[in-house]
């Protein structure tokens, strides 16, 4: 990186993706400038790179899990060498979704990491007003989690109350393992995840969360509230006969354009509850404090970061 700029992963299509020089970035009113520390990946940018997301808008600037270090903030002048994590969108604040109090479906929304440069640069922008210090406690690699975090809070926000209910979480990656110990903090009675990686399952009872290789060994008692983390479409109609009757179903991952076959009536039978899950716009600070409190843990949930 020079003083004039500086190298960013920019992905231009289908495939098409590399380190190029880009001019270094200004921040404009309100914002500030921010040196990315550490970046995490989640599938979202998987389907960006390979060119399966299928409202992306090319060329972007992938990274919306990361942390940095803010290099000038005229509006915020107290967090200039501050280590941040920050809230990824502006949003348009005057259509129907906006107004009606649902700002994570706003439909002129503004997100790093994809209708603005993101992180899997060495420099970005973002609005100064979203960016949160970070405590020591938390270090830099784990606060990229934070962001997820806040997709799995919304997620069980969306499920209703859990307390008391039993809960089935089907996937054990990021978002599933950080909504299983979500609900257990909100007082489900039982929590169990479903994934057939067995290094996810070891995880998972790190974390105290019983585990199985697939959703049939639920059966018969099977969870009433469960959350759908995998991301696969085809998952969700056997999810949904996964699922006690009367229960609730919540789709957290993302799919894509993927279609599948299912039988309305399987809802309708049951009298199932369908959920969606889009963002975790608001919920960074809320996050944080988890972390900080301990209710939720992140160290586990870390791999390789690139520190010594």
Request: proline share 8%; charged share 20%.
């Amino acid at each position: 990186m020079t003083d004039d700029d500086m190298l960013a992963l920019v992905v231009r299509g289908h495939r098409d993706h590399g380190l190029e020089r880009r001019p270094r970035p200004e921040p404009g009113p309100g914002e500030a400038l921010v040196a990315t520390d550490f970046a995490a990946m989640c599938g979202t940018d998987l389907r960006l790179l390979d060119g399966t997301l299928h409202d992306a808008e090319y060329p972007v600037i992938p990274g919306h899990e990361w942390s940095g270090t803010v290099l000038a903030a005229p509006d915020r002048p107290e967090l200039v060498g501050r280590a941040v994590v920050g809230d990824n969108f502006r949003l348009c604040g005057r259509c129907p979704a906006c107004l009606a109090g649902r700002p994570n479906l706003c439909t002129d929304i503004d997100e790093v990491g994809f209708t603005r440069p993101g992180a899997f640069a060495q420099l970005f922008t973002i609005p100064a007003a979203n960016l949160v210090a970070l405590p020591p406690q938390v270090p830099g690699p784990q606060a990229c989690l934070l962001e997820p975090l806040g997709v799995a809070l919304h997620a069980v926000e969306r499920a209703g109350a859990v307390s008391g209910r039993s809960v089935g979480v089907i996937g054990a990656g990021t978002i599933g393992l950080l909504v299983a110990q979500l609900a257990r903090g909100a007082g489900a009675s039982r929590v169990r995840v479903a994934d057939p990686l067995q290094s996810r399952r070891r995880i998972a009872a790190d974390l105290g969360v019983d585990a199985d290789p697939g959703i049939e060994g639920w059966h018969p008692d099977l969870p009433e509230v469960v959350f759908d983390a995998t991301g696969a479409a085809g998952v969700f109609p056997r999810g949904l006969t996964a699922t006690a009757v009367g229960g609730v179903y919540v789709l957290v991952g993302y799919s894509g354009a993927e279609a599948v076959t299912v039988e309305p009536s399987t809802v309708m039978l049951r009298e199932l509850t369908v959920q969606g899950v889009l963002s975790g716009q608001g919920q960074l600070r809320t996050a944080l404090a988890k972390v900080v409190a301990g209710e939720v843990r992140l160290g586990p949930l870390m791999g390789h970061t690139g520190q010594p």
